[in-house]
């Protein structure tokens, strides 16, 4: 089932308000979804949104909410997360599984904290090396509950390369999905060809008002999500059924040769 591998990304698009999160959660909770993810920003970002009088930071007592929710659903509530200060005061907290963006993802002192937690990790690659890779399993000291996540931050084609979710893949063994962080969804679909793990989607609210979300051109609204499952569906179904038809053919090749 496609809802069982996507997982849809809040990020910050609940503005700081805790209406607006319960919204994002109470869609949740009420749909065929398996995980959703809050993101907490860097402790710069959080500086700089109050000296303009904002407020990004969710309450604790929100996440406590969530996460019991989902539970009591059989559903998984996770964070996505980049600085250890940021991250302080809801350390204690439970959360089903973490994803490290892709600016943390040497970020030793936050990996060695997080590692303890023993939780599935999914770490997005973003522009990430080789090299940057293989430090960030070091630090992590085992492959055992990791994966990576192919995300271009980037809304130009040419920056694409979704065959680095094969190569990725079977370079480090690792489970890898697709993170979607362009201006459509046409990557999600081309991205069934390599046959990601999983999918990370950033989603925001449908409104009658115009709202410029934070992640809003990456974003999909709710009411979206339902054809974006329809479609990876097809897609994969008109996939698996040209490989199919490939195999026939190279079977009827090799009968003829043998005649």
Known sequence: MVKNKLFLEVGINHFGSTKLANEYLK???NSDFKY???????????????????NFILPISFYKKAIKAA???????????????????????SFDFYKILGVAINNEELIKYLRLKKRNFYISLSSASNAKIKKC????????NLSFIYTAMSYDS??????????????????VGYGNHFKNSLPIYLSTFFNPSFYFIYIKLNTKKKILYPDNTHSFFINELEEICDNITD???MLEKKKLENKIKIKSIIHEKKI
């Open 158 to 175: 040419k920056d694409l390369s979704l065959n680095l979710i094969k190569y990725i893949r079977d370079k480090y063994k690792l489970p």
């Open 71 to 93: 539970h009591k659903r059989k559903k998984k509530i996770g964070l996505s997360v980049c600085d250890l200060k940021s991250y302080q005061y809801i350390k204690n907290l």
């Open 137 to 144: 399993i070091q630090y992590f000291k085992t492959k055992k």
């Open 27 to 29: 869609f949740f909770l």
């Open 235 to 237: 897609t994969n179904f």
């Open 36 to 54: 959703l993810t809050f993101m907490i920003h860097n402790q710069n970002f959080y500086d700089k949104m109050k000296k303009k009088k904002k």
